[in-house]
């Protein structure tokens, strides 16, 4: 398949070669893609998938900081008390 796909040869060369007819040769190649196209559409969005997951991941991460940092940090100081005007 690969060498009719990229390589350029014909079927009519690959089922010389192979000593079958064009026609099954071609049947074969119906059938392959039939059954591995759906696997390897899903293989192309893999990169994706990964790259959302990591996206996802670090911004819990990033919240899971700030939550920490905030509730770690000292309350700010009240203002010392005025004295009553006399």
Sequence with gaps: MIE???DGLSLR???AREKTTDSALSNR??????RYAPQVSL???????RAVLA??????????????AWLLTPPPAAPPAQPPPV
């Design 29 to 34: 190649f119906h059938k392959l893609r039939k």
């Design 4 to 6: 009719h796909e990229i």
């Design 13 to 15: 060369e690959l089922a």
């Design 55 to 68: 996206l996802v991941l670090l911004g819990l991460a990033g919240g899971l900081v700030a939550l920490v």
């Design 43 to 49: 293989m192309d969005e893999e990169p994706r998938r």
